[in-house]
């Protein structure tokens, strides 16, 4: 499956960006997808996540009630909606797809994850 990534771009503090995450290649019907997001210098990290079904929504405490997360099945895209935005949310996120079709609450665990975008940039000003 091929992941691409987009939306990112510089915002002011307080702001808001979407980024989408479209995939192609095969549905994504039965799998979990993720954010994560890697900062110069830090190790990625986990933002959020969806289950299969969009029943059950996972989310890092640092972004917990700013960002949303959600999915489109029959565009085959995963959307992270992020409002509040702070310097600290500036990295490059990617979206991954969950290795494990039909899981039911989604995992924060990178390495769960076997198929990744090439990632958008945000870069959020103070």
């Known amino acids: 499956v091929q992941l691409q990534a987009s939306g990112g771009g510089m915002v002011q503090a307080g702001g808001s960006l979407r980024l989408s995450c479209a995939a192609s290649g095969r549905t994504l019907s039965t799998f979990g997808l993720g954010w994560f997001r890697q900062a110069p210098g830090k190790e990625r990290e986990f933002v959020a996540a969806?289950?299969?079904?969009?029943?059950?929504?996972n989310y890092a405490v640092s972004v917990k009630g700013r960002f949303t997360i959600s999915r489109d099945d029959a565009k085959n895209t995963v959307y992270l909606q992020m409002n509040s935005l702070k310097p600290e949310d500036t990295a490059v996120y990617y979206c991954a797809v969950d290795r494990t079709s039909l899981r039911v609450f989604p995992t924060g665990d990178r390495f769960e994850y076997a198929d990744w975008g090439q990632g958008t940039l945000v870069t959020v000003s103070s």
């Open positions: 969806i289950s299969w079904d969009s029943a059950r929504t």
